[in-house]
């Protein structure tokens, strides 16, 4: 059974930090590009990073250049959300996706085909 769980997510102030897990059973990710996608309440969802198969080159919202980092562990079937300096608009669902392709060129929903079910982070004082 194809399933993806994500773990991370709580309260935290702006400019702390969190660390997202997206941990990956049922298939092995080895032959899949990974993406973090997030959505704000009465916004669309929207890509936030995305990762290679190997892991060589990483794709960001321009939004979260410079204070996130996507990485992955293929041995461990694992990707992750390093998120630094958050901001209270980091605020939203954050959802974790697989690609059956093996770059992520563009951050697209309809390009991701296995959806975690999120976690939720919220960014407040």
Do not use: H
């Not at 009465?42 to 939004?63: F, L, M, P, W």
């Amino acid at each position: 059974q194809l399933q993806l769980v994500e773990s991370g997510g709580g309260l935290v102030q702006p400019g702390g930090s969190l660390r997202l897990s997206c941990v990956v059973s049922g298939f092995t990710i080895d032959y899949y590009a990974m993406g973090w996608f997030r959505q704000a309440p009465g916004k669309e969802r929207e890509g936030v990073s995305c990762i290679s198969t190997s892991g060589a080159s990483a794709n960001y919202a321009n939004s979260v250049k410079g204070r996130f980092t996507i990485s992955r562990d293929n041995a461990k079937n694992t990707v992750y959300l390093q998120m630094n300096s958050l901001k209270p608009e980091d605020t939203g669902i954050y959802y974790c996706a697989a690609r059956g392709f093996s770059s992520c060129s563009d951050l697209v929903t309809s390009y991701f085909g296995s959806w975690g079910q999120g976690t939720q982070v919220t960014v407040s004082s």
